[in-house]
């Protein structure tokens, strides 16, 4: 059983930056891939970002390209989404997921575990 807790999500003016933290339960946190989700009400969840769990390699979704970065600390246990000029657009609630010793998977169908969610709010 994994537990992942989110932190950072909050107030921002557009064009401004927040780095939101994920951090895990276990002792097996380096063998997991994991992703940064999103999700404003009436849609549904939406990959940002994601980290397969050996490092090498990263997903973008086109809208974040250039502006948000993913990175993992694994003596931490902990993985971050660093989120520069900030767009109302960017506004969501935003979730870390994970999927253990998987490739990066697009759909929430493919994670196994869920943070409980951060609230990224972004003013014009």
């Known amino acids: 059983q994994v537990q992942l807790v989110e932190s950072g999500g909050g107030l921002v003016q557009a064009g401004g930056s927040l780095r939101l933290s994920c951090a895990a339960s276990g002792r097996t946190f380096n063998m997991y891939t994991m992703a940064w989700f999103r999700q404003v009400p009436g849609e549904e969840r939406e990959i940002v970002a994601a980290?397969?769990?050996?490092?090498?390699?990263?997903y973008y979704v086109d809208a974040v390209k250039g502006r948000f970065t993913i990175s993992r600390d694994n003596a931490k246990n902990t993985v971050y989404l660093q989120m520069d000029s900030l767009k109302p657009e960017d506004a969501a609630v935003y979730y870390c997921a994970s999927r253990y010793a998987g490739v990066i998977a697009y759909s929430q169908r493919e994670y196994d575990y869920w943070g409980q969610g951060t609230q990224v709010t972004v003013s014009s």
């Open positions: 980290l397969k769990w050996t490092g090498t390699t990263t």
